[in-house]
């Protein structure tokens, strides 16, 4: 369905408002749940420090930590930015892809997949752990979703839109990145990825077929992740950060949803392939005439 650019307007705002609010939500997942904590009880959120509920009008997404000057009220113990930062990267995540799907039920699967992201990236960034709760139920949501929206005649906007592919996707992603682990493992004599990292590209590979899942675990995804710990180290040497290890999760997560939009164009750039040359890697059991 088309939509006319006030209905774009609208909607692009809307995804942004929401957004933001989900972004709200997914900080007390990111904080409560490494910490064995209830995510419902207490409903409100409260200041970690003085333990006083924080009200409604100081708990706007983003807008509260910029008036409050990033302080409690109460107690001015200082929040950090990173609460605000959540809330306008989810927010601008489900712009854009509001902006690029339009109204249909792939945004919905897009912005699903989104959260769970950005939830799993920054657990993992604090504790180096993506929680089996979003991968495990990631990894059966999203090849079921694609079934029943393919099934249904629906699954129109979605990137992999066949339930085959999806499927195919879902178990390439695993296995090769449980691959890659087996061979870092024998290499280094130590663990050289989490299981949660598999898991994670079942849920991922399901929505971006094989071949972008290959491209995210081989090409995308170590490039981002290289090019951040030399950066780390940069601003480590002159003091300025301080880290010690840096789990793989958040670049495979980074690099899955950039594939999405663009893996189609970075690789026929990369292989100088003519336009469209990805089209027919989508389903490779056509090669052995099935
Ligand atoms: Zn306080």
């Known amino acids: ?69 990033g302080k409690c009220r109460t107690c001015k113990a200082a929040f950090s930015i990173r609460y605000a930062l959540v809330e306008l990267f989810t927010a601008c995540l489900f712009a854009q892809i509001f902006l690029v799907f339009g109204l249909t039920f792939a945004t919905g699967v897009y912005l699903l997949w989104a959260a769970l992201m950005v939830a799993g990236s920054f657990i993992d960034i604090d504790t180096c752990l993506l929680p089996d ?27 992999v839109g066949d339930w085959r592919e999806a499927l195919f996707g879902a178990f390439f992603g695993a296995g090769f990145i449980y691959f890659i682990r087996f061979l870092g493992t024998a290499a280094f004599g130590r663990e050289a990825m989490g299981l949660g990292d598999v898991k994670l590209m079942a849920m991922n590979g399901a929505l971006l077929g094989w071949w972008r899942s290959l491209f995210v675990i081989m090409g995308l995804g170590p490039v981002l992740a290289l090019l951040t710990v030399l950066l780390l180290r940069l601003l480590q040497r002159f003091k300025i950060e301080r880290f010690s290890e840096v789990p793989f999760g958040p670049f495979l997560c980074l690099a899955s949803y950039l594939s999405l939009y663009w893996a189609d164009e970075m690789i026929e750039w990369w292989l100088a392939l003519p336009p469209g040359a990805t089209a027919s890697l989508d389903q490779p059991w056509r090669w052995l005439g099935w």
């Open 133 to 159: 709760r979003i991968t495990l139920s990631g990894s059966v949501i999203f090849p079921l979703l694609v079934l029943v929206l393919d099934m249904a005649d629906a699954s129109e906007g979605l990137v």
């Open 1 to 69: 369905m088309e939509l006319t650019a006030i209905e774009k307007l609208f909607g692009t705002v809307f995804c942004f408002v929401t957004g933001a609010c989900i972004g709200s939500y997914l900080n007390v997942f990111i904080y409560r749940w490494p910490r064995g904590m209830s995510t419902n009880s207490p409903s409100r959120s409260i200041c970690f420090s003085c333990g006083n509920p924080i009200r409604w009008q100081d708990n706007l997404p983003i807008l509260s930590w910029f008036l409050l000057g």
